[in-house]
């Protein structure tokens, strides 16, 4: 297992072609690349680790965050609830490359999903429309607080990324995100695979890049 810190590409390689592979995958995940998140302004080793996957195959495209953790803040409970106001892993993700347009994908403790469209104008605002679903997403949690470890999967049809199956060699722009809370602070520790050197997650500036690969 290969990890990287700030080599802004990540290599998903191609995994097994069993359709919408049912989650939590097993075996696939040790034998793919791995790569770490940082504090998101400093770019410093957070408190807290948490390390990030991906494969494809014919289906879709699919994630794995391995997240340290002994604390828990995860009240919401249905769908586009406001997760990033509680511990959540965060995808951004821009297949065709438009930094003013992509798809963002929240995932909590309790396995409930945000996914939105953005529209970003690249002088520092956003705009969302939740009322987009990915359809056909899969998600999965494991929360084991006596082990410190939450582990979650998410797989996304490209179907429903308005994408056809890549090819080889192709590449498009993401970003990894974290957000957890502590009960003896009041300040959230924000990681990102890609530092923005700001509190702040919407900097496509500073996606870096999911290559698809072959079969491992």
């Known amino acids: 297992m290969t990890h990287t810190g700030r080599n802004n590409v990540l290599q998903c390689f191609r995994a097994p072609n069993a359709a919408s592979l049912p989650l939590p995958l097993q075996t696939v995940w040790s034998r793919t690349e791995t790569a770490s998140l940082l504090e998101v ?3 410093a080793p957070p408190n807290l680790a948490t ?3 991906a494969v494809w195959n014919d289906w879709g495209v699919f994630f794995r965050f391995d997240c340290k953790d002994s604390y828990i803040l995860s009240t919401y409970q249905h769908r586009d609830a406001p997760l990033y106001e509680e511990d959540a892993v965060e995808i951004f993700l821009s297949p065709d490359g438009n930094m003013e347009r992509y798809y963002e994908f929240e995932l909590s403790p309790r396995n409930v999903i945000f996914d939105a469209l953005i529209a970003n104008d690249l002088q520092g605002h956003c705009s ?3 009322a987009w679903d990915c359809e056909g997403m899969q998600s999965d949690v494991s929360v084991d607080l006596d082990a410190q470890r939450v582990q979650y999967e998410c797989a996304m049809p490209f179907s429903a990324l308005g ?7 192709e590449e498009w722009k993401i970003n990894f995100f974290r957000m957890d809370h502590s009960p003896s602070s009041d300040e959230v520790e924000l990681s990102a695979w890609q530092p923005t050197g700001v509190r702040y997650f919407h900097v496509p500036e500073k996606f870096g890049i999911l290559r698809f690969r072959g079969p491992f």
């Open 51 to 53: 390390t990030v996957q």
């Open 128 to 130: 969302f429309d939740a």
């Open 163 to 169: 994408r056809e199956r890549p090819v080889e060699g």
């Open 41 to 43: 302004e400093t770019g």
